[in-house]
């Protein structure tokens, strides 16, 4: 019998690849999908659970799995009221991980950002930050925040901000060498696979940048 794996965020573009290559691997047998929407996608493997994910808590009966990998965020640009970007960016995941730890599901995976910083003075990293913060105070046994830069990638959504920012280190992403290797864009399908990764070898490691997403992507 395969493992259950738990994905917030399927229906984005890091869940979607995620979800694709969950179906195809056989440490999977289900694969449960909470979502406001359902995913264009079928597979016997898949059980999907239409909610409001602003109130999980209320979905906690059918939060059990193996794995739980948490997919979720917005922008500022998609969200511009703080508080309900908050609701989104922290409160989900830190939710999520909360009846995780309640559950008893081992192994948490979350999506965060490059410069999360709970300490910070820019709101966009604080959030993170915090959220990475309560979400590793949950002590759940093997939980992995990634920290991936700015992603890549084609959105079912137009971002003109995103796409500008794209264009821009397409043309700086040969230069950035050494130290600088952690501020390349990274493709959305490298993040999924290294989440898959992390999942099946639980490394001790707790926190991985951009640059070592990738290097644990590319050992696939």
């Known amino acids: 019998m395969g493992k259950t794996a738990i994905i917030l965020g399927a229906t984005g573009l890091t869940g979607n690849l995620l979800l694709e290559q969950l179906i ?8 449960k999908l909470f979502s406001r929407n359902s995913v264009d996608v079928t597979s016997d493997k898949i059980e999907e659970f239409i909610i409001d ?8 009966k059918d939060f059990v799995a193996d794995e739980v990998f948490c997919c979720i965020g917005t ?21 999520a991980a909360k009846i995780a730890k309640e559950n008893g599901i081992a192994t948490f995976i979350v999506m965060s950002s490059m410069g999360a910083d709970k300490n910070s003075s820019v709101f966009y990293n604080r959030t993170k930050g915090e959220m990475e913060r309560d979400v590793l105070n949950q002590r759940i046994n093997n939980t992995y925040v990634l920290r991936p830069s700015l992603i890549g ?4 959504e137009f971002r003109l901000g ?3 920012g794209q264009g821009i280190m397409r043309v700086f992403n040969p230069l950035l060498v050494g130290s600088l290797e952690k501020y390349k864009m990274i493709h959305p399908e490298k993040i999924a696979t290294c989440m898959r990764i992390l999942a099946n070898t639980k ?3 707790t926190i991985f940048s951009s640059d070592k997403i990738q290097e644990i992507a590319n050992t696939k």
Do not use: Q, W
């Open 24 to 31: 195809t691997d056989n440490n999977y047998s289900k694969i």
């Open 53 to 60: 994910l602003l109130a999980l808590e209320d979905s906690t």
């Open 75 to 95: 922008t500022a640009a998609k969200t511009k009221d703080k508080k309900l970007y908050k609701a989104i960016d922290y409160g989900i995941p830190v939710t």
């Open 153 to 156: 990638g084609n959105r079912n």
């Open 162 to 164: 995103e796409k500008m």
């Open 203 to 205: 490394p001790i490691e």
